[in-house]
């Protein structure tokens, strides 16, 4: 790819970058963490609707899903087919916190690199698994793997980026989650057919994304911030250098030491974290991973096709169904990818508005749903997974990796990662269970945290575009129109200090 030349917008200090191959390649193979996350969201949906599945793993759901009389609405209701999904996350909330610790001390590339270890681990668990115990074996395996590689990844793409392509850049994680999950869905469709033991080629698929990225790993260099952290600084510089495109690269070499030398003086991060003037940046951080699962979007992509068949759809009909809704949340990952943050907190707040149309209100306990009316279902579905894609999905991943200062980067975005996975755990173990009991009330439910989360972004999410990742503090949270008060007092004890030193200073000469 030839270079760029790269201006940052909205003035400050302008740092002479091109977007080189390096940047490129490292980018797309970091990418690959999401596209290992992706394949796992895909894959479970499908493979709690496969019969071979159910009769080995979950003989009484397989009963209830046959049983000519039984509620549509809770063929699937059962806390061990939902433990299933849901066990990956919880294992990802306990890594990702060893994760923040490991990335600071050994770096982002290995971490990544363990990552996919792990990962490959719970792939090959669960296509040899032979009882329940080994399948949420394999499940937590997995969930060590995404802790690790969402921790990283997400961090070491903001960091190698030019401020400029920063966003478009990180999307790429993004872009490759939904990539993975379309894959998924590809190949439950193909082995949905394979009896009896397709479900077996499908959780074993995981190893393919695992094994390029642990290979492709080898091919990355670490990120310039990681190795000042780490006290070497002439590597640091030349991977600068290089990942940039230019010699000169004095005035960002300066800005990133500094910043490192200010994260040493931090002994606690996490404490820190807790302090006034790290706020802003939690609060956002957060609650951004909360409303991205409290959209409901996990709900299309981990049962697409169990909610397909609850609509009476056939089991190919579902898959294929499934199959259609991802290629669109492709797409518009994609258009996402490049129109990266132009209109975004627009783009935000009209999602609000495509959501709350998905609900099966036609369907009854037992019957089937008539067709014109399960074809609207499916287009709305699009239409939702299409707002989420060039929205929520994005943004609630790129925002994070990049508002928080380096004295508390890797703890803030622990923080993030961990609201992520355990609002993910809460939806994947209670979904079937309330779609059992609100039936279609439930998609009501989430349409009214949309509106919440619109308004929360339309009024307090601040714009980070084209903002060097270690000028936030200065350029964004201190001019916010409500966040700068969380820095009033900071200011006014910083300054203090300043005159306290200064007598002593003079004395001193």
């Not at 469709?189 to 995981?206: C, D, E, Q």
């Amino acid at each position: 790819m030839p270079g760029l030349s790269m201006a940052e917008s909205g003035g400050g200090r302008d740092f002479p970058a091109k977007l080189t191959l390096q940047v490129f390649i490292c980018t797309i193979i970091a990418a690959f963490g999401g596209l290992m996350f992706g394949y796992d969201i895909g894959i479970s949906g499908g493979v709690t609707s496969m019969d071979d599945f159910l009769e080995k793993f979950f003989p009484a759901v397989y009963l209830k899903k046959h049983e000519a009389r039984e509620d549509n609405y809770c063929k699937y209701d059962n806390q061990f087919l939902q433990l299933f999904t849901s066990s990956l996350y919880l294992a990802a909330i306990v890594s990702s916190f060893i994760a923040s610790f490991f990335c600071k001390r050994f770096g982002r590339k290995p971490t990544i690199q363990a990552a996919s270890i792990f990962f490959l681990a719970g792939a090959v668990l669960n296509a040899a698994a032979v009882d329940l115990g080994m399948l949420i074996a394999g499940r937590l395996c997995l969930g060590v793997g995404v802790g690790f590689g969402n921790q990283a990844v997400p961090l070491f793409i903001s960091e190698i980026a030019p401020a400029k392509y920063r966003g478009g850049l990180n999307i790429c994680f993004q872009l490759l989650i939904t990539i993975g999950i379309l894959i998924a869905n590809l190949i439950n469709y193909a082995t949905s057919k394979v009896h009896p033991y397709g479900w077996r080629i499908s959780l074993g698929g995981a190893a393919a994304p695992a094994i390029i990225l642990a290979i492709g790993s080898l091919a990355i260099m670490e990120t310039p911030t990681s190795l000042l952290e780490r006290g070497k600084n002439e590597e640091a510089l030349r991977v600068l250098r290089k990942i940039r495109g230019v010699e000169n690269v004095d005035k960002e070499y300066s800005e990133i030491l500094n910043a490192i030398e200010l994260a040493k003086q931090v002994k606690h991060p996490y404490r820190n974290l807790m302090s006034r003037s790290n706020r802003p940046q939690l609060i956002c951080g957060t609650v951004l991973q909360f409303f991205q699962q409290f959209t409901g979007i996990n709900v299309v992509m981990f049962y697409a096709p169990v909610l397909f068949q609850t609509m009476g759809y056939g089991s190919d009909g579902s898959l294929l169904s499934a199959v259609v809704t991802d290629s669109v949340n492709v797409v518009s990952t994609l258009v996402a990818v490049f129109s990266c943050r132009y209109y975004w907190k627009k783009g935000i707040a009209h999602r609000s508005l495509s959501s709350d149309a998905c609900c099966p209100v036609h369907l009854k306990s037992t019957n089937v749903m008539p067709g014109g009316s399960a074809k609207l279902v499916v287009i709305l579905i699009c239409v939702f997974v299409s707002g989420f894609a060039w929205s929520w999905g994005p943004l609630g991943w790129l925002i994070p990796s990049e508002i928080f200062p380096l004295e508390t980067r890797s703890a803030g975005f622990f923080f993030a990662v961990s609201m992520n996975m355990f609002c993910t755990f809460l939806v994947a173990q209670a979904f079937l269970t309330m779609l059992c009991h609100l039936r279609s009330g439930i998609f009501f439910f989430f349409a009214a945290w949309i509106v919440v989360m619109g308004i929360f972004a339309i009024f307090f999410l601040p714009e980070t575009k084209g903002i060097p990742i270690d000028e936030m503090n200065e350029r964004v949270w201190k001019k916010h129109w409500f966040w700068k008060r969380y820095y009033k007092g900071s200011e006014i004890n910083k300054r203090r200090q300043e005159i306290q030193d200064k007598p002593e200073e003079e004395s001193l000469e």
